[in-house]
């Protein structure tokens, strides 16, 4: 069993920023790629971006520029930077992350951005 849990989510106004971070634990083997994920309401789950052990990332078109991803191999942690968020960020953040040929979900944040 692998065990992700999300912090960071919350309320704030456009323009503003907002930092997620997840913490894989568990039956944790060779992490290969974590990454993020969103869903707004009424809408499919939709990537955000990701990062592989190797550093290198993907970004949905929507947030290059704003939303910046890192992670940290030692502490199985992965974050997402938020820049110049918009309303049309407002959705539930999922951690996602593909260790031991799976992948796992974690329980997601709210992040809702106000105009």
């Known amino acids: 069993q692998v065990q992700l849990v999300e912090s960071g989510g919350g309320l704030v106004q456009a323009g503003e920023s907002l930092r997620l971070s997840c913490v894989a634990s568990?039956?944790?083997?060779?992490?290969?790629?974590m990454g993020w994920y969103r869903q707004a309401p009424g809408k499919q789950r939709e990537l955000v971006a990701t990062?592989?052990?190797?550093?290198?990332?993907l970004y949905a078109d929507s947030v290059k520029g704003r939303f910046t991803i890192s992670r940290d191999n030692a502490k199985n942690t992965v974050y997402l930077q938020m820049n110049s968020l918009k309303p049309e960020d407002t959705a539930v953040y999922y951690c996602?992350?593909?260790?031991?040929?799976?992948?796992?979900w974690g329980q997601g944040t709210q992040v809702t951005v106000s105009s």
């Open positions: 996602n992350v593909f260790s031991g040929g799976a992948t796992h």
């Open positions: 568990g039956s944790i083997f060779s992490i290969y790629r």
């Open positions: 990062i592989t052990v190797g550093g290198s990332t």
